[in-house]
T-cell receptor, first 115, second 113 residues
Framework: DSGVTQTPKHLITATGQRVTLRCSPRSGDLSVYWYQQSLDQGLQFLIHYYNGEERAKGNILERFSAQQFPDLHSELNLSSLELGDSALYFC??????????????FGPGTRLTVL | AQSVTQLDSHVSVSEGTPVLLRCNYSSSYSPSLFWYVQHPNKGLQLLLKYTSAATLVKGINGFEAEFKKSETSFHLTKPSAHMSDAAEYFC???????????FGKGTRLHILP
């Protein structure tokens, strides 16, 4: 158990809908990272927040957005869902702001299925 | 731009024999390199990381990797495979310029009894 929690574990929804995925980092960790894992695209970095501020963006679609709240939990919002958004979404947390300097601890993921 | 290439999508070895998972990278700046493991239906776990200190990096579970700048490689090795090593392995690169994180496509390691 990494100490990172993600809810829900599974989510099934329809095209065009909007969903919110939630991540609670390990106690004391200030950074949260979001990743998407799909059969087509593999693992992709989406976005990184540190202490409430966006630090880096990867291949995140404009239909997706994220935020990190004062209690350091983070939410990933996916809207106007398409079939291709079906994937496993991971979050990870670490203590410091640089992905190079610190170990990231991954949550168990949220499996999103868009029908 | 950064990139990372895992040269084999599948590798099969017999239990007790050496493991070699190959990774080549491209980065314009001083990169940090990582290997992560993902067991079925699990999240990722860091095996080891290189961040410009010693070029031979030792990780968990007997794995190690050597950073070779001249060959732009960061291959993962283990002297003796164990059944519990069966998993997917990801090579990852990040550099100081933009803190973006690039994953390789993964290598699935099969261990034969």
């Amino acid at each position: 158990d990494s100490g990172v929690t993600q809810t829900p574990k599974h989510l099934i929804t329809a095209t065009g809908q909007r969903v919110t995925l939630r991540c609670s980092p390990r106690s004391g960790d200030l950074s949260v990272y979001w990743y998407q894992q799909s059969l087509d695209q593999g693992l992709q970095f989406l976005i990184h927040y540190y202490n409430g501020e966006e630090r880096a963006k990867g291949n995140i679609l404009e239909r997706f957005s994220a935020q990190q709240f004062p209690d350091l939990h983070s939410e990933l919002n996916l809207s106007s869902l398409e079939l291709g958004d079906s994937a496993l979404y991971f979050c990870a947390s670490s203590v410091v702001s640089s992905p190079m300097a610190d170990t990231q601890y991954f949550g168990p993921g949220t499996r999103l299925t868009v029908l | 731009a950064q990139s990372v290439t895992q040269l084999d999508s599948h590798v099969s070895v017999s239990e007790g024999t050496p493991v070699l998972l190959r990774c080549n990278y491209s980065s314009s700046y001083s990169p940090s390199l990582f290997w992560y493991v993902q067991h079925p239906n699990k999240g990722l776990q860091l095996l080891l990381k290189y961040t410009s200190a010693a070029t031979l990096v030792k990780g968990i579970n007997g794995f190690e990797a050597e950073f070779k700048k001249s060959e732009t490689s960061f291959h993962l090795t283990k002297p003796s495979a164990h059944m519990s090593d069966a998993a997917e392995y990801f090579c990852v690169v990040s550099d100081s310029r933009d803190d973006k994180i690039i994953f390789g496509k993964g290598t699935r390691l099969h261990i034969l009894p």
